[in-house]
Each structure stands twice: as structure tokens, then as C-alpha cells.
């Protein structure tokens, strides 16, 4: 579900960095505390060719 949601956001508004993800999906109850999770289902993402990423630190 939190791939839909991150992949749902790509496509409405483009490129956003991973911060900004995190935080709109913060803002939903189910996904209050969830920004290592958002990064790990992003870093998994990119792996499969879904989404693109430039390298997180």
C-alpha cells in the first residue's frame, strides 16, 4: 500500500525529493511514523526500475 501511495505522488506531481514524500504521507494516520519504512519501499522501488533516485546519504 505505501508503494501505491509513493508511486500515486510521482505521478501527480513529478520529481519530489524523498523528504517531501515522507511527509505528505505522514499526514495519514496509518502512516504517521513510517520514514524509514518510506525509504527502504523507495530504495526497493528504484531497484525494480519503478521510480528513479538520485543517491540518499
Do not use: K
Request: net charge negative; charged share 25%; proline share 0%.
Amino acid at each position: 500500500m505505501l508503494a501505491n501511495q509513493i508511486a500515486a505522488l510521482l505521478v501527480e506531481y513529478g520529481e519530489l525529493s524523498i523528504e517531501r514524500v515522507t511527509s505528505v504521507i505522514e499526514r495519514a494516520y496509518g502512516f504517521s511514523d513510517c520514514r524509514v519504512a518510506v525509504t527502504d519501499v523507495c530504495r526497493q522501488m528504484a531497484e525494480h526500475r519503478l521510480i528513479t533516485m538520485e543517491e540518499i546519504s
